[in-house]
């Protein structure tokens, strides 16, 4: 009953409010890329014969990708033959989908949670086994998928109380949804408790680790560093200051923090990679406006860096350009917009700075903090801190080092996590061989 009332509201709610859409695409030409994806029209898509499992992966953003990366790598190494299917919501998660996962994997805009989306993309796709990465949950393509046959499971989980509380709203249907997945591997113990306090089997959660603090070992961070430093025309003594995934407000609270080390750190650099690209113009009215001069990355690389301020232009770059940095910001942390993955930034062996704003990696924050992350409570505490470090060389040295192996203790949930994927991949294989020899 709770699935037929929801089948009925996203049907009208689709009825009433696509003709619209499709007039403002029209007159804006927004939205128009991906269009038949999102509606589950999948034509390109060649299912494998002879037995090869088909896997589809969703993953709502770009932090979900990044980790759907890593769990990409890791099972067309172990089933090569494998189809990947890599879905994602926005067009900006699907550039980097292909630009990370492009030659592993079939990357494609996810399909509306429409019954006759859902319908058309399970018939196209015909997956297998479906992961569905930390709390995405679309009952109608979750509906579809078991009647399908697919094999569900539920990896990276991860609930905020906020979000508990919401789906305490509907506990019956979350219950149903949820105990439709063979596996849930939740992130922490915490999450363990709120899915299972919404209906979920305890049997059936494992608590593994979070796959995003499970990044791989820089195969030469040295050489990555040096790579870098040598394109952005750095040399070897200029200190640099990478500012990752910032958000409105935070690149004016950066650009006092570069006017205030310029004397005590001579010669620093600063970049700023914004979350998000779009906001790129509105990042230099602000630097404009301030009189301060400044380039893009892809400019810089192109003609060769000549300004001290650098702001990231370009999708994919961050995680190695941290390798570049002497002092690392993750932002959405000094602004209330729940952190960023400071784990990924540790792994370089760099000391990470971050805000109090860190709700949404909480657990990543206590792992580092002490033990190569640095928590300062606002732009004049950020630049104390980085000039400290600057000034005493051997705290600055124990607290890189720190940062590394805190970052290498996280290694191992990916494999934690694939374990049942790879039992189940296993029997899937041999029932399609046994399938396709009779």
Request: charged fraction near 25%; include cysteine; hydrophobic fraction near 45%.
């Amino acid at each position: 009953m709770t699935y037929a009332i929801y089948r009925l509201l996203t049907r009208l709610l689709f009825a009433l409010t696509f003709p619209g859409f499709l007039i403002y695409s029209g007159i804006t030409g927004r939205h128009r890329a991906g269009l038949r994806q999102r509606l589950g029209f999948y034509n390109d898509i060649v299912i494998p014969v002879g037995g090869a499992p088909v896997i589809w992966i969703h993953g709502a953003s770009i932090g979900e990708i990044l980790a759907a990366g890593i769990l990409t790598a890791k099972i067309k190494k172990k089933f090569p033959a494998a189809l990947l299917i890599l879905s994602t919501v926005t067009a900006q998660g699907l550039e980097i989908a292909r630009k990370q996962c492009g030659t592993m994997a079939k990357c494609i805009l996810a399909p509306l949670d429409l019954p006759g989306a859902a319908a058309r993309a399970v018939a196209a796709i015909r997956p297998d086994l479906y992961i569905c990465l930390e709390t995405e949950l679309w009952p109608n393509l979750l509906s579809r998928l078991r009647a399908n046959n697919t094999r569900l499971f539920l990896l990276n989980g991860r609930l905020s109380e906020r979000s508990y509380r919401r789906y305490r709203l509907v506990k019956k249907f979350s219950r149903e949804i949820l105990n439709g997945f063979e596996i849930i591997a939740t992130i922490t113990d915490a999450d363990a408790d709120r899915f299972a306090g919404l209906g979920a089997d305890r049997k059936k959660i494992k608590v593994t680790g979070n796959i995003k603090y499970d990044p791989p070992e820089p195969v030469s961070a040295a050489a990555t560093r040096e790579e870098w430093r040598r394109q952005l025309n750095l040399g070897d003594d200029r200190p640099v200051l990478v500012a990752g995934s910032t958000h409105t407000g935070e690149e004016e609270m950066l650009l006092e923090v570069f006017h205030g080390l310029q004397d005590a750190l001579a010669g620093l650099v600063l970049i700023i990679a914004p979350r998000h690209l779009r906001r790129i113009d509105e990042i230099r009215e602000a630097l404009d406006g301030a009189g301060t001069g400044y380039e893009l990355l892809s400019t810089a690389i192109r003609k060769g860096r000549r300004a001290e301020i650098i702001i990231v232009d370009t999708v994919g770059e961050l995680a190695e350009l941290y390798a570049a940095a002497d002092f690392i910001f993750c932002g959405g942390s000094l602004v209330p917009r729940g952190g960023h993955n400071i784990i990924e930034a540790a792994i370089w062996g760099t000391p990470v700075f971050y805000g109090p704003c860190m709700d949404d990696f909480s657990d990543a924050g206590q792992l580092l903090e002490g033990h190569g992350g640095i928590m300062v409570k606002n732009r004049r505490e950020l630049a104390e801190r980085i000039k400290e470090l600057f000034q005493k060389p051997e705290i600055y040295a124990e607290t890189a080092k720190a940062a590394r192996l805190t970052a290498r203790s996280q290694q191992g949930a990916a494999a934690r996590q694939l374990a049942p994927v790879f039992d189940a991949l296993r029997t899937i294989c041999s029932n399609n061989a046994a399938n396709n020899s009779t």
